[in-house]
């Protein structure tokens, strides 16, 4: 089984630009998460869709949005690059959003560094 | 509202060294706990879960029990690697309509030959 892919590994910016990251969960899977690994360490949640819709949003401006596409991958998509976006970020999939125990497996990231 | 609390590393230890990273959670009605494990340059993953009070997780020789009374759910090992060496997750799922997982700050874990 192909576990979640994030596309692509790493990449550089300048301020001001604008960033998109892809993310294709493993099969049969419908939520899909983001979150942003500042400082090598803490998980800060940015966005969960399921289903193709947007259903929870963490405390993160406008600038940062997604979208999830029929087949359930995804994109995170940040506007005017700041400094601090500088960061890994990490896509996550799991099965069903109805239980409680259900595990996130998470892919590799995508190590953004913005100049 | 939820949150999950875990102790602030770095911990160091030698090798065959018994491991314990504590982890308290606070949550409405019974939450799922999990632990996950972050080598260096890579996601996230599930290291073990528990589901309900007094289960036990494991796996990789790592265990942790749910425990509701102290609301905790400490990470222990009996012998410690080098390989083990990696940053660990505590967190919890609890589907209340909206946000799911909620995880610690993490716990940088550096084990010396």
């Known amino acids: 089984e192909a576990g979640v892919t994030q596309s692509p590994t790493h990449l550089i910016k300048t301020r001001g630009q604008q960033v998109t990251l892809r993310c294709s969960p493993i099969?049969?899977?419908?939520?899909v998460y983001w979150y942003q690994q500042a400082l090598g360490l803490g998980l800060q949640f940015l966005l969960w869709?399921?289903?193709?819709?947007?259903?929870n949003r963490g405390n993160f401006p406008p600038r940062f949005s997604g979208r999830q596409f029929p087949n359930y991958s995804s994109e995170l998509n940040v506007n005017a690059l700041e400094l601090e976006d500088s960061a890994l970020y990490l896509c996550?999939?799991?099965?069903?959003?109805?239980?409680?125990?259900?595990?996130?497996?998470f892919g590799n990231g995508t190590r953004l560094t913005v100049t | 509202g939820n949150s999950v609390t875990q102790m602030e590393g770095p911990v160091t230890l030698s090798e065959e060294a018994f491991l314990t990273i504590n982890c308290t959670y606070t949550?409405?009605?019974?939450?799922?706990l999990f632990w996950y494990v972050q080598y260096p340059g890579e996601g996230l993953q599930l290291l073990l879960k528990?589901?309900?009070?007094?289960d036990k997780g494991s796996n990789k020789g790592f265990e942790a029990t749910y425990r509701k009374e102290t609301t905790s759910f400490h990470l222990e090992k009996g012998s410690v690697q080098v390989s083990d060496s990696a940053v660990y997750f505590c967190?919890?799922?609890?589907?209340?309509?909206?946000?799911?997982?909620?995880f610690g700050a993490g716990t940088r874990l550096f084990v010396k030959a």
């Open positions: 996550a999939s799991s099965w069903t959003t109805w239980t409680d125990n259900s595990p996130l497996h």
């Open positions: 099969s049969g899977h419908t939520s």
């Open positions: 869709y399921d289903e193709g819709e947007e259903r």
């Open positions: 949550a409405t009605g019974y939450p799922s």
């Open positions: 528990a589901t309900k009070a007094d």
């Open positions: 967190a919890l799922s609890r589907n209340t309509g909206g946000f799911k997982t909620i």
